[in-house]
């Protein structure tokens, strides 16, 4: 159940940044990766290498758009292929 609410609430935060929410994405990506950080590759048959390694780069641009620091960056989201394993 943690890991759905994990992606629905990843979804959710790339919707707020779709919007030109930053406070909204900010909060929904950090919710989202404190259920997403322990997921196991190939759960789900899924290959989560993209979300991991893009986590600090999306926090650290998510994070300057609110405090005002920056612009709303230009992203694309994480990718979650299937698992090659």
Known sequence: ????????QLAVALEHH???N??????LLERAW???HDVTPGELGLDWSDLRAR???LHRAFADWDRGAAA?????????SPDTI
């Not at 159940?1 to 629905?8: A, N, R, T, Y």
């Not at 930053?22 to 909060?27: C, F």
């Open 55 to 57: 986590h600090p780069d």
């Open 1 to 8: 159940m943690v890991l759905f609410q994990g992606l629905i």
């Open 72 to 80: 709303r960056p230009e992203i694309t989201p994480p990718r979650l």
């Open 22 to 27: 930053a406070h909204g994405a900010r909060v």
């Open 18 to 20: 779709r919007r030109g």
């Open 34 to 36: 404190s259920r997403l």
